[in-house]
């Protein structure tokens, strides 16, 4: 069972920036961010490959968020910047093992969450 742990959220102003990070307790194939704000769905953020370093974004942080990982750390990085209220919201580190396009959104392994407020 992989253990995730987030850490990185807070408060910050519109336009400001913050840096997730979440650790793994071993090594994992694919790994991802969602986010999900109240009275929301839980929706998909970014997702990277271990392998291959291949990215994928939501249209919705594309240009604003890059997403990183230290394969030697197993971390994965969540880089938001230019933050907008609507970017607030539990953000949740998922990882998996199983081989999938980088795009899907089925993940077996969930942190915790992290809140990040963005204040106007």
């Known amino acids: 069972q992989v253990q995730l742990a987030e850490s990185g959220g807070g408060l910050v102003q519109a336009g400001g920036s913050l840096r997730l990070s979440c650790a793994a307790s071993?090594?994992?194939?694919?790994m991802g961010w969602f986010r999900q704000a109240p009275g929301k769905e839980r929706e998909f953020v970014a997702a990277?490959?271990?392998?291959?370093?291949?990215?994928f974004y939501a249209d919705s942080v594309k240009g604003r968020f890059t997403i990183s990982r230290d394969n030697a750390k197993n971390t994965v990085y969540l880089q938001m910047n230019s933050l907008k209220p609507e970017d607030a919201a539990v953000y949740y580190c998922a990882a998996r093992n199983t081989p999938k396009l980088i795009w899907e959104e089925s993940y077996d392994y969930w942190g915790q969450g992290t809140q990040v407020t963005v204040s106007s």
């Open positions: 071993e090594r994992t194939f694919t």
């Open positions: 990277i490959s271990r392998t291959t370093g291949v990215t």
